[in-house]
């Protein structure tokens, strides 16, 4: 199959990047990074997580940063939901869209949310019915996809029956999570051959992390297996916190960079990445790990 | 095309890595690192280049290491020569096999060693030749394959005619460099369709930098495209002095580690890697900057 001419790029940055950070990023920060990333061409952007800020206390100010960043046309403001209760303050706050998650592996989802997977498909099946009652369109998310840091191997025929499942719901993508970043070019291959036979490419979206730099590789894999929409993080953030770059999203940043210098749009604007890669180096007080904002540092 | 059963790993550390440090790491430590090197199923090892200590400082002593190591039956210790005065010293030292190198870049060529690459092509047919009638096997290595830091594009035909030069001197096969890391897969999967419709794909070998994250990427690419044998330095040593990360040669533990996990063999023992890589962090008292060497950083 030939590459596309254009490709999706969905940043997670300030949800799945921040939420690994130990400090708390003081919400005009959030608030202005997010208005940096709206000007840089992306048309998609994860802003925050509505969950229960005893989990997650990085994104406690979920409410307050959908509705202080300013919204710019043609940009959509997703947030992540686990349940009603954050459905409810999302649509509150008026986002865009909404994003429920849940895991390939049994153990990886009791681990994460204390439920089963089969506990957590009628939670996020009346999630889904009441966003799309409200008129907002919902984005669903597989973790651990290509391996479990519990399990191990994950089935890939539990992939296709719970993407199945998020597909009848009325989620209208699914992202396929590789959370731990074990996913090698012919395993996911091999899976994305096997899941394309049962279900239209259109309705899913990769979502890697460059753990073991493998990302890019398994990109070029998945855009030969027909799947156009990518999810990174500026700068790679969103890493493990015991080792600077162990286990990152893949970087937006790079990720923009390979394809738009194989000729495939995003749209994203590489200077204003840059700039916003910038303003959360200096807000985090830590430099970016992506290669592109290494390439940057080192030509100043 | 299919991913073959095996590839070759040439690993380039002690000379393409060292040949970066500022400061000079002591002898014992550079034949120590290599005997290491040596146990960890790696059958090619290029330890050090026979060239001006004027120019390369920290190679000073590459008689000394290439006759102090331990050679170990079935690997190949190689080295770098730049003309017939590099050669006699390296004969001298009896290393295993040497290697030519130019660049298919006239800037590049005229800045790195003050000659055109017309003008370089005698200097290396005469040390080819010498070094065949002597009875050593000939490694020829093209930088700036896919990009030139000054002029930018560089000409897929000169690189086949340069390419065909080295192999008609002599030497068994040509390392294409992507020697400041800008190779995208698109551009990589169409120069090589060009040359190997020229040239056997056995006589040619490929040696990526990271510098941009593309790296494995380019490999899947090769992999496809019949090339078989790929350069790389553990722990993505070569790095620029500039930035940590920011043009390193593709770390070998990186590569032996999807390659691996794809099924594909490379007789290399990952846990012997690591040894070898955290004696030099030690020796060099720094972290080394590969995926590989981080994973196992963050799970001690």
């Given at each position: 199959?030939?590459?596309?001419?254009?490709?999706?790029?969905?940043?997670?940055?300030?949800?799945?990047?921040?939420?690994?950070?130990?400090?708390?990023?003081?919400?005009?920060?959030?608030?202005?990074?997010?208005?940096?990333?709206?000007?840089?061409?992306?048309?998609?952007?994860?802003?925050?997580?509505?969950?229960?800020?005893?989990?997650?206390?990085?994104?406690?100010?979920?409410?307050?940063?959908?509705?202080?960043?300013?919204?710019?046309?043609?940009?959509?403001?997703?947030?992540?939901?686990?349940?009603?209760?954050?459905?409810?303050?999302?649509?509150?706050?008026?986002?865009?869209?909404?994003?429920?998650?849940?895991?390939?592996?049994?153990?990886?989802?009791?681990?994460?949310?204390?439920?089963?997977?089969?506990?957590?498909?009628?939670?996020?099946?009346?999630?889904?019915?009441?966003?799309?009652?409200?008129?907002?369109?919902?984005?669903?998310?597989?973790?651990?996809?290509?391996?479990?840091?519990?399990?191990?191997?994950?089935?890939?025929?539990?992939?296709?029956?719970?993407?199945?499942?998020?597909?009848?719901?009325?989620?209208?993508?699914?992202?396929?999570?590789d959370?731990?970043g074990?996913?090698?070019?012919?395993?996911?291959?091999?899976?994305?051959?096997?899941?394309?036979?049962?279900?239209?490419?259109?309705?899913?979206?990769?979502?890697f992390h460059n753990t073991?730099?493998?990302?890019?590789?398994?990109?070029?894999?998945?855009?030969?297996?027909?799947?156009?929409?990518?999810?990174?993080?500026?700068?790679?953030?969103?890493?493990?916190?015991?080792?600077?770059?162990?286990?990152?999203n893949?970087?937006?940043?790079?990720?923009?960079?390979?394809?738009?210098?194989?000729?495939?749009?995003?749209?994203?604007?590489?200077?204003?990445?840059?700039?916003?890669?910038?303003?959360?180096?200096?807000?985090?007080?830590?430099?970016?790990?992506?290669?592109?904002?290494?390439?940057?540092?080192?030509?100043?």
């Amino acid at each position: 199959m030939a590459y596309p001419d254009h490709v999706l790029i969905k940043e997670v940055g300030p949800r799945d990047g921040l939420q690994n950070e130990k400090s708390f990023l003081p919400t005009e920060k959030k608030v202005e990074w997010i208005n940096e990333l709206s000007e840089s061409g992306l048309n998609y952007i994860e802003i925050t997580s509505f969950v229960n800020p005893k989990w997650i206390p990085a994104l406690a100010d979920c409410y307050e940063v959908a509705t202080q960043i300013k919204r710019k046309p043609g940009v959509t403001y997703a947030a992540l939901v686990p349940n009603m209760k954050g459905l409810e303050k999302a649509m509150e706050a008026d986002v865009d869209e909404v994003a429920v998650f849940m895991s390939a592996s049994d153990t990886h989802s009791k681990k994460n949310i204390n439920k089963t997977i089969d506990e957590t498909l009628p939670v996020l099946s009346e999630t889904v019915r009441e966003a799309r009652s409200a008129g907002k369109k919902v984005r669903g998310y597989l973790s651990t996809v290509f391996g479990c840091p519990y399990e191990g191997d994950v089935s890939g025929e539990e992939v296709l029956r719970i993407t199945d499942r998020l597909l009848e719901m009325g989620v209208y993508e699914v992202s396929l999570g590789d959370t731990i970043g074990v996913g090698n070019p012919v395993q996911v291959e091999t899976s994305l051959n096997h899941w394309t036979s049962r279900i239209n490419p259109e309705y899913l979206a990769l979502h890697f992390h460059n753990t073991r730099g493998m990302a890019l590789a398994n990109t070029l894999v998945g855009l030969k297996a027909g799947i156009h929409t990518y999810d990174g993080a500026l700068g790679g953030l969103g890493g493990c916190p015991y080792a600077k770059g162990a286990s990152g999203n893949v970087a937006t940043d790079d990720l923009v960079y390979m394809l738009h210098e194989m000729g495939i749009q995003t749209g994203a604007d590489l200077s204003r990445l840059a700039q916003a890669g910038r303003f959360i180096e200096e807000a985090l007080g830590k430099p970016l790990d992506s290669h592109y904002m290494e390439v940057i540092r080192a030509g100043e």
